[in-house]
């Protein structure tokens, strides 16, 4: 990797290094000779170059093969040494704040036991003697084989001086300590919000977990972060997903304040990764972009879609929405967020001005109640709208035909599979998978795929995502031949879904997805072939280079 | 006028007759020739030109006398056929947003009576079959020579199937009918809030008008604008207040819904008139801009500089915060806002991150406060904080002197002197006025003078302003001589303020306020000469083209 940076920058003139070196660099005419390049073209068929040319706005202006004349006049001419190449890759389901905040916090996802949380909690706490509200995430009682929720009682053995709150790895459930349960006021006489249910003993008192709507009742208490704590987050955020060769992505639920902090990065010049935004919602939709989505701003760097609406919660807190209960929770069928006429509504005042509409649906009752608003918004909103389902996680199969009408995308996190396989199968029994992560099946349907990672609620790295696309293994390569294997895609099918089918899924493939004269020179160069890899391979695959734009946007240190 | 401006462009090519018509033409070189131009220099020293070259970026190239040899290459030429021309006037103190919703709303303004009101009201409902609310303002019952407030029952004569809600004329207080009330859940037993006042009869039930922070009550009640409702009353405002010659003006009191509709206007290009932008509040002002003033957006049409915070409300309502009671209201002292320390912490948040304060004291109490804040925070925030008093319209003599020091920028509206004449004499008695809209005294005490309109309290037309402060007549030629004339300024001292006082006060007078190499190119063209006129004709003044950026941005038509 240090040899390909520094035979690269032999080559360079000192003014070059610098234009490079910039955050910001100006376009320029250049060139990425001798690589292993290849990208899907619009109908997903591969397409194999040997050089890509780049014009002085950012664009592709060509893709060369070896017999290919090479211009002489050129800004900048880097020799690739053989390396692949492929587009940048797109998470079309990702929460980019968050995943800054996660970063900067307490990160309890490494965490295989409550013993070990407990630990580093301590650890953290005593290097902050300043006793201000202590936040972090990422447990997750499943993986900590505790055959329960985590109590305050436990945090409070811990950390009893000040207010901790950790969120769920899903982000549907928040475990506080007694000092934030007590500032935020909530007793034994709070009554459960709709939507939302608090973890409670024999006596109802308050145990500790605050699951869906019920979160809020916490959070409302938690201190705002400062604008420059917000500042630090996008960046932070940034900076990882680049590491990861996203160049693009959707952000799930941006809040007006989120906003804001994404123009100010753009305002300064800062912002290299692409946000498509989907608003936390009508109201920050309608403050934000005002009567339909926002131009490209920023140079193609930011632009506000459309609105993110939520059928109901997740499966690990048994927050999805399902036809029939739970399987390890006796009547329980979840949390319905929303009825039918309020979905309707939303998605309606959404599209009425044009804006697009994603739908978050994990149970198989919410899927279907969101199909079923599609179904009967097409009649009036008609035209090129792809109303996307986000997760479209279990389906009733008896549905998944329904998916491949009305131009609906799913967009589906391939890592949930393996994160959520056993707890899946303990939610739902084992007779009730058929449509559960069916990526194969949604294909065959006709539905649009859109691949994302759900971050930070799991990584970002799409490698991981790409890897369980065609195995259905995780990373310990369980199961073996993968989990209900006939939902494996290709690599082709995987990658498609992670570049084109990501750019597609926010009116952005005119741009973005593929390499092609025209499209922003969004790339990033690789330690090795996916295409020439198996799974595990895949998964260990390492980014070198994230370009956007046509500028070198990430270099690995 | 329609002569000049056929004149102009007979002498235009076709391709440059479009490009002065875009809505945002692109830079060019040119020149406006054969005007009798002037502007002040940074000293505010007068200097004259006869032509005006504005340079590929829409700057002020060179300021060009009779003499001097006119470039032969250019993009257009103008022949100003003699007229005046001067700097774009900056309104120091506006509401942008208000003044587009007034525009597009009832407005009671040009009424000189109750039964006037009433018939202007009738019409507009009857105009308007749908039963939406009715919004609208302007009502002054000291000019409907009423004796007292008007009530709900006044407007329940007029309209009882729908709520209306009309504000004051100078937003300090609102009329509601009883749909309207009742649709706000206000009754007897509603206390009065913090700050405010509801205005009862015997037995305490709301008799229909809500004072300073009691309006929230009926307000909170009120459907929020819609987004193209919110983006039409920003197109209206600018009309307008290029209409008028206003080329930049600073927006006292921006909500994060205000700034979105602006940044929307800024993405779409659409953008000509600039604002200097001051959050309504520290919570938007955090939101928007976050760890400092925002760079100048939009080309420089754009930036939040800093907030706008309160001490009191008006002297119309007697919200106005004054150190002896009221001599028209045994008692009475008006309505401290904030305590001495909250003043004081809110100061301090902003200013601690580079923000500029400008803060609203109207009453001598007021005032006090304001200087004594300054006076203390001076100490920990030194450098050039420009602390912004706006208004400044009531101070104790005793206090005149601590307005020169510190850095204090008085920003302050001429035009309220006049409206405001004898409910002053009433509200304090003639024995307290030494201090009122004393310009030059502040002046000579060594404040800085920035002025402008409080558009729509007051009409946006700076040269109304400009007649007033150098006559302190209204519009009759009231009272002859003017009221305590020893506060008139000279016409340079007027322009003054209207021009790079607003600039300094707003940390723009590296770029705006005077015409000098390097500033834009924002200036008007006149149908007269003001240095060569009395306030009579002053007042007549027409703006006939309206130049931003170096480029038309408005016509007479």
Known sequence: MKRLIRSVFQRQTPAALAALFLATPAHADGLIDNVNGYTLDAKGRLERFNGLLIDGKGKVAKLLDRRDKRPEKL????????????????????????????????????????????????????????????????WNQEKWSLGRFPTAADIDAVVRDRPVVLARIDGHAILANSAAIAAAGITAKTPDPAGGRIERDAKGNPTGVFVDAAQELIRAAVPKPLPRERDAALAKAQEILLGYGITATADMGTSVDDWSVMRRMGDAGRLRLRILAYAFGIDPLLSIAGTGPTPWLYDGHLRMVGVKLFADGALGSRGAWLKQPYADATGQKGLQFLDDAKVRNLMSRA??????????????????????????????????????????????????????????????????????????????????LAGAYAWKSMLKAGARLAFGSDYPVESPDPFAGLATAISREDANGQPMGGWHPAERLTIEEALAAFTLGGAYASFAEDRLGTLEPGHDADFILLDRDPLAAGPAEIRQTKILETWIGGARAWVRK
């Open 75 to 138: 800004d900048f001419r880097l020799d690739g040494q053989g390396r692949t190449l492929i587009p940048g890759l797109i998470d079309a389901h990702g929460h980019v704040m968050a995943l800054g905040y996660q970063a900067l916090q307490l990160d309890l996802s490494d965490t295989g036991s409550l013993a070990q949380a407990q630990e580093k909690l301590a650890a953290y706490a005593a290097a902050r003697p300043t006793p201000v509200w202590i936040q972090g995430g990422g």
């Open 351 to 432: 599209a009425m001005d044009g804006f697009q509409v994603a739908i978050h649906a994990i149970g198989d009752a919410a899927n279907a109640q969101a199909l079923a608003a599609v179904e009967e918004l097409s009649d009036t909103y008609k035209g090129d709208r792809r109303w996307r389902i986000e997760h479209a996680q279990i389906a009733d199969p008896a549905d998944l035909p329904r998916f491949g009408r009305n131009g609906i995308i799913a967009s589906m996190q391939p890592v949930h599979q393996t994160s959520d396989r056993l707890m899946a199968e303990a939610r739902l029994g084992t007779d009730r």
